[in-house]
């Protein structure tokens, strides 16, 4: 225990207040830690690091500043470390991360899958829950990074970094046979007259229907609302309009399933702020492992022909709409008169005045 300590000894001293307990950690006594403390004080570094007191141990500005970056130096090279045995085969491939319900739908079942089969020996354990709950604890380290709708994202410019991956149209959907199919008016005051079904939506998309359904909730700091059936489980909600009058809101990709067995019914309502951007974020202090940029990768390759079949699907949806514009548009056919030869009229024989004769006699 004779040599200088480094910095790696003042980094695992500093979490703790406790002098006494620290040096029984080391396996010192509470003088020979002090000791070291002052050695470190004095090797160079033309600071003080640490104000000692009697019993506890108190980082000064520059050992603050020094803490910080000596965990995340620390914090890195255990990532690197733990990249390294999964590309040598030595660890197997973990993924913690979060997602809201509606990138859950979207390309993470396909992504997960096409993974676990280049690697069977992958685990992941995979928390769905709105912005909020996921930001809170990506920021705190209990995941690595989550999936979710980056709008609300804004509020933390400085400590998340974010990855677009696409945007999405979103739609009114209800069961066959709701009292809204062939309603003569569906405008959005219509529509929320029924229960929403939904997870925590955007201020984005808050702040219109905010004001239009009775029994949702703004979060004040936030700005994101609350619906009358908030669910982060699409099998949920999905069942929740099919049992009765509420209404959800989804993409047309994870509906098409319950469209084509007319189950479920798309609300001919379309607005520019009914849509959602996801993407992909994780704390700044912390870069991404290598098994989470492979599932990155993935993501992004999945998400392309999501994208393709829902252009498709738009397509099919707004081509009776043309049609009928088309209809609406295009001038009655005129169809040229068929002309009839008009027969002359037949002149009566010229009467012959009283007397005359035949020159035929």
Do not use: C
């Amino acid at each position: 225990m004779g040599k200088k300590p480094g910095l790696l000894d003042l980094a695992a001293m500093l979490p703790a207040a406790d002098l006494a307990g620290v040096a029984r950690t080391l396996g010192l006594d509470p003088e020979a830690l002090a000791r070291r403390i002052l050695a470190l004080d004095s090797s160079g570094l033309s600071t003080k690091l640490v104000d000692k007191a009697t019993r506890a141990l108190k980082p000064g500005e520059a050992g603050r500043m020094m803490l910080d970056h000596a965990t995340r130096i620390f914090s890195q090279a255990r990532d690197f470390t733990r990249d390294l045995e999964e590309l040598a085969g030595l660890q197997a491939p973990e993924l913690h991360f979060g997602t809201d319900m509606f990138a859950a739908e979207l390309p993470l079942g396909a992504a997960l899958g096409r993974m676990a089969s280049a690697n069977s020996r992958l685990r992941v354990h995979v928390e769905t829950n709105d912005f909020e709950h996921l930001s809170h604890d990506v920021l705190g380290g209990r995941l690595e990074f989550a999936v979710a709708d980056t709008t609300s994202a804004e509020r933390h410019p400085t400590r998340l970094a974010i990855e677009p991956v696409a945007e999405h149209r979103v739609f009114f959907f209800v069961r066959q046979g709701h009292p809204l199919i062939g309603a003569k008016e569906q405008s959005l005051e219509t529509i929320l007259v029924f229960p929403l079904v939904a997870p925590r939506l955007p201020q984005r998309i808050a702040g219109h229907i905010g004001k239009l359904t009775a029994h949702s909730r703004i979060d004040r700091e936030t700005g994101d609302l609350t619906p009358n059936l908030l669910l982060d489980s699409f099998s949920v909600a999905r069942q929740a309009v099919l049992g009765g009058d509420a209404v959800g809101v989804a993409p047309l990709v994870a509906l098409e399933p319950e469209l084509r067995a007319r189950r479920l019914a798309l609300l001919p309502f379309t607005a520019p702020w009914l849509h959602l951007s996801y993407g992909l974020f994780y704390t700044r202090k912390r870069a991404l492992s290598r098994v989470a940029q492979l599932f990155m990768t993935q993501l992004r390759r999945v998400e392309a022909e999501i994208q393709a079949r829902e252009q498709r699907a738009l397509s099919r949806l707004e081509t009776p709409k043309r049609r009928t514009r088309r209809r609406k548009r295009q001038p009655a056919r005129v169809t040229e008169p068929t002309v009839v030869a008009t027969p002359q009229p037949v002149r009566p024989p010229a009467r012959r005045p009283r007397g005359a004769t035949s020159r035929k006699q």
